[in-house]
Each structure stands twice: as C-alpha cells, then as structure tokens.
C-alpha cells in the first residue's frame, strides 16, 4: 500500500470478513494471519466470501496457544 505522498506503508491490519474480501478483491493483501477459536458456530457470515479468482498462498508459520487458539500465517503469492 502507498499513500498519496509517496511513502510506503509497511504494515497495516484489517479485521472483519467484509473488509478483508474487498482488500483481498483489490489485491492488497500480502500476508494473512487467520486465528482459530475451538467453538463452532452454527451461522455467521463466510470469512472470505466470494472472491473473483483463487487467491494462492504459502504456509509461513502456524502457532498454538495453551487456550486452543490456533494462528496461522500465510503470505499471498505473486503470479
């Protein structure tokens, strides 16, 4: 991402299903960290949605939290 003046962003969040498929629509996204909670949850609103094209990613790293909480980290890959 770049900002109108010319400076690099080098690192910015964005949660919620809704912002994330249009950031993932526009190609702005270079990294995920998707977090897991050991519930499950019998309705709710799809994280990615409907995307336009398969969007590829690369495993970097997945933790684990004594709670159950899993993270896992991918990066998008370049096509």
Do not use: C, K, W
């Not at 299903?17 to 950031?23: D, E, L, M, S, V």
């Not at 050991?38 to 969007?55: M, N």
């Amino acid at each position: 991402m770049t900002h109108d003046d010319g400076l690099r962003l080098r690192r910015r969040g964005a949660n919620g299903g809704i912002t994330i498929q249009g950031f993932l629509r526009a190609g702005l996204v270079q990294r995920l960290i998707i977090t897991r909670v050991p519930v499950l949850i019998g309705d709710g609103i799809p994280l990615f949605g409907s995307l336009p094209r398969d969007v590829r990613l690369r495993h970097v790293a997945t933790r684990h939290f004594p709670s159950g909480l899993v993270q896992s980290e991918y990066a998008v890959a370049v096509e």
